[in-house]
């Protein structure tokens, strides 16, 4: 355990500057017709940005914010999949929409990582559903009796009733212990 301690220590201490390159990254590419184009004028008015040096900084703030999230999530992603590939030779998958296989137990788990439990509306969820179920039939045209296992990890939060029917859905410290121990 203190190796693989040393190993995950190692490489955050790597990795994470990736992580500020890419927030940083992001600001150079930020466009004001673009954002502006996203964003609800009225929104605007009802926040009292009067001013454009105002406006700027609301906008700038807003898509900092946002690109945070999605860096910092597939920086978490990468660092599960290499804690999972230290403990259970798991991989990154080579199929659509499934980020992380690895065999335990005599299963295959399926894992679509998230950074958090509140990651999408019903017709994502519904997505996640139908991507578990191509990923099944893709790898059991190679292993039909393949016992597969699909699992939504999310980096934080809790979901206290993990068993969603078709999948299993493991956040915070649960997802964790799942692709470690």
């Not at 990254?25 to 004001?32: H, I």
């Amino acid at each position: 355990m203190q190796r693989l301690i040393k190993e995950v220590t190692e490489y955050v201490e790597q990795n994470i500057g990736t992580f500020h390159q890419k927030r940083i990254g992001s600001l150079n590419t930020l466009k004001l017709n673009n954002v502006l184009k996203r964003k609800n004028p009225y929104l605007f008015r009802a926040k009292y940005l009067i001013t454009a040096s105002d406006l700027v900084k609301a906008l700038a703030n807003a898509h900092i914010i946002s690109n945070e999230e999605t860096i910092f999530g597939d920086w978490l992603e990468g660092l599960a999949i290499f804690i999972n590939e230290k403990v259970f030779s798991g991989r990154k998958s080579g199929i659509p929409n499934i980020d992380l296989e690895f065999d335990n137990d005599g299963a295959r788990y399926i894992v679509s990582i998230k950074s958090g439990p509140n990651w999408g509306n019903s017709s994502q969820v519904n997505k996640l559903k139908s991507d578990f179920l191509t990923a099944k039939k893709t790898l059991r045209t190679s292993n039909s009796g393949l016992n597969i296992i699909a699992v939504n990890g999310c980096c934080y939060g809790r979901d206290n009733k993990p068993d969603k029917g078709d999948y299993f859905k493991y956040c915070g410290q649960s997802f964790w212990e799942f692709i470690y121990i």
